[in-house]
């Protein structure tokens, strides 16, 4: 009678060897998926401050390198734990029983998580002061932002007066026309009506106009140019006009020809100071 010198292993050992296999599949798919949200994070913060109207100067690069790697670190330790899992099973087939490989694998795995982990700290850490700074000093530095389609806001220092005051000072130095200041707030209370301060002011150069009329005459409809300077509810002062970007778009501009009304971004950061 011939006797089986090397006996397969319980049926308990082959089942533990399924239940790791099935630990580390979650595992992986645990790093995948945390990976996909963490390479989706800079994208929605980008989002959030769009419709927060804030400044957001950081780059999504971070978040989906960080979110990359864990991806393909979760596909490597599935693979990795398929391939460790065929070959415990042709050991118990030959009645191996004995494991002594230890655990690098969760060890390797624990501590490069640990390592993302202290990245995506500092990164967390760094962009959150970078959004406070920009949220309280935003002010200071005149930023601006896009209200709307096209329309560029400057927050002021000084009240509605005192800047359309400074503007026209600035335009009768550099010789250019003001062709008429219309005070709606004023014209509201004529009628009965209250209205926070709001003042634009329509200005301009024929000589720089009219080539822009002659390349491109729908232009017409937005020139002269004009600075709208309003305050809102929270009495501050902000000077708004239509952004370079969208007046060459809407009107096919020629890019030689933006210098001729490049002038209102140069009046409205003077007189946002």
Excluded: C
């Excluded at 399924?18 to 994208?43: H, K, P, Q, S, Y």
């Excluded at 004995?98 to 967390?124: D, E, N, W």
Aim: no cysteine.
């Amino acid at each position: 009678m011939s006797t089986d010198t090397n006996p397969k292993a319980a049926l308990a050992d082959y089942l533990a060897a399924e239940r790791t296999l099935l630990a580390w599949i979650r595992t992986g798919l645990a790093l995948m998926g945390f990976g996909f949200v963490v390479a989706r994070f800079g994208l929605f913060l980008q989002e959030f401050q769009a419709v927060q109207h804030t400044h957001f100067t950081q780059s999504s690069g971070p978040s989906l390198w960080f979110g990359t790697a864990l991806i393909a670190v979760g596909v490597a330790v599935n693979v990795f734990a398929g391939w460790n899992h065929v070959r415990l099973i042709r050991e118990l087939d030959r009645g191996e029983t004995t494991y002594s490989r230890g655990s690098i694998q969760p060890v390797a795995v624990a501590f490069f998580l640990a390592l993302v982990g202290l990245a995506m700290t500092i990164y967390l850490v760094s962009v959150r002061s970078s959004t406070r700074s920009d949220s309280g000093n935003g002010e200071e530095k005149s930023m601006t932002s896009q209200i709307g389609d096209g329309i560029v806001n400057v927050p002021g220092h000084h009240s509605v007066d005192q800047t359309v005051e400074k503007l026209k000072q600035i335009l009768q130095a550099k010789g250019v026309a003001l062709f008429a200041l219309v005070e709606h707030s004023g014209e509201a209370e004529k009628v009965g009506l209250k209205m926070r301060p709001t003042k634009l002011l329509i200005f301009g150069s024929p000589k720089a106009g009219t080539p822009l009329m002659l390349a491109a005459p729908s232009i017409a409809i937005d020139l002269p140019l004009k600075i709208l300077v309003w305050q809102d509810a929270e009495d501050r002062v902000w000077v708004s006009y239509n952004s370079l970007a969208y007046l060459q778009q809407r009107h096919s501009l020629p890019p030689e020809l933006l210098p001729n009304i490049a002038v209102v971004e140069t009046l409205a950061s003077k007189i946002a100071e």
